[in-house]
């Protein structure tokens, strides 16, 4: 059984996609906050704990990669390519075998060389524990899956295979579509509730990742939805949110199912208008689809977080230029 190695429903689609992939012939290694629908005999999930130093230490470098070498032995699981994300939990272990990285959203293309300066700072101590570095530029990473050819950083530019999801999808049999929508817990029913619907809000777990209050983020959000029509809009929570964004626009159609929203553009569901604070989830719809979005400049603790976001997002789609007044 091949190993999978993943973190997000993104980075779990796109490697159900990929030409290589039998989902029968499969061994997961998730995260503990992913709620899909795998056989038990085909997964583990690794759980995400939230320690201190030194425990930390004990948990993820020591039990962890024992854990994870015990279950590889034992279920003779095929080492010889390990597909997945390097970003994540139980990196430090599968990094030692022959990876394959999947994209996870756009930070490659916009963090790469923030988050190599952040390994640099606690070199030493990465060393000392073996802590393997990410974004693909490990050596034991030899190929890397993207979405776009634009703005990947030369040090990892060789590894790099271009893919089109839509494409991969296309190329899956019947009964392959519908094992991966299973895995997601899709349910077809809803795409009914959309037909109506022109409008596509995304939302960001910017309370959830303690990057401004709860309080905060529904005024966000609520500022934005003055310029729409609430009867027309949709919005999809990302999938760590907790806010009931039911309770706030109540004539909202809510999709707040655990499913990547990469799956809308691959089911063909149709919107006039994408809406965003910076969410990269945009960059999934066709060019002709206009895009309003608002950026970190709306809030100045999201700004001091992220920075400026503004140059992320380059496509023919209409960006909307009156931010947060």
Do not use: C
């Amino acid at each position: 059984m091949r190993i999978y190695h993943l973190g997000t429903y993104y980075g779990l689609l796109i490697s159900l996609l990929l030409p290589e992939t039998n989902i029968d012939d499969s061994f997961f290694f998730l995260t503990s906050d992913l709620d899909v629908d795998i056989d038990e005999k085909q997964v583990f999930f690794m759980k995400i704990k939230k320690l201190r130093f030194p425990f930390t230490v004990f948990y993820y470098d020591f039990y962890l990669r024992n854990k994870l070498h015990s279950i590889v032995k034992e279920k003779k699981l095929d080492t010889s390519v390990v597909i997945g994300q390097d970003h994540i939990i139980g990196k430090d272990y599968f990094l030692k075998y022959n990876y394959h990285l999947i994209e996870d959203g756009m930070g490659v293309y916009t963090t790469f060389y923030i988050e190599r300066e952040k390994y640099k700072k606690r070199y030493i101590y990465n060393k000392i524990l073996n802590k393997k570095n990410w974004n693909g530029v490990e050596e034991t990473v030899t190929k890397i899956y993207l979405t776009k050819k634009d703005n990947i950083p030369i040090e990892i530019k060789d590894k790099v295979e271009i893919i089109n999801l839509k494409k991969l999808w296309n190329s899956k049999t019947k009964e392959e579509q519908k094992k991966i929508l299973k895995i997601f817990k899709f349910n077809f029913e809803e795409v009914d509730k959309l037909s109506d619907r022109k409008y596509i809000l995304f939302t960001q777990p910017l309370s959830e990742d303690l990057v401004i209050t709860e309080d905060e983020k529904i005024e966000i959000y609520k500022k934005v939805m003055r310029n729409y029509d609430e009867k027309k809009m949709i919005i999809k929570t990302h999938p760590r949110e907790l806010t009931d964004y039911k309770k706030i626009f109540p004539k909202v159609v809510l999709l707040n199912n655990q499913f990547p929203a990469e799956l809308l553009s691959i089911l063909d569901i149709k919107f006039e208008k994408v809406i965003t604070l910076f969410s990269t989830s945009v960059m999934i719809f066709e060019n002709n689809i206009g895009i309003d979005f608002y950026g970190t400049e709306i809030n100045p603790k999201v700004l001091a977080r992220f920075g400026n976001q503004d140059k992320v997002i380059k496509r023919n789609a209409f960006i909307k230029e009156e931010k947060n007044e």
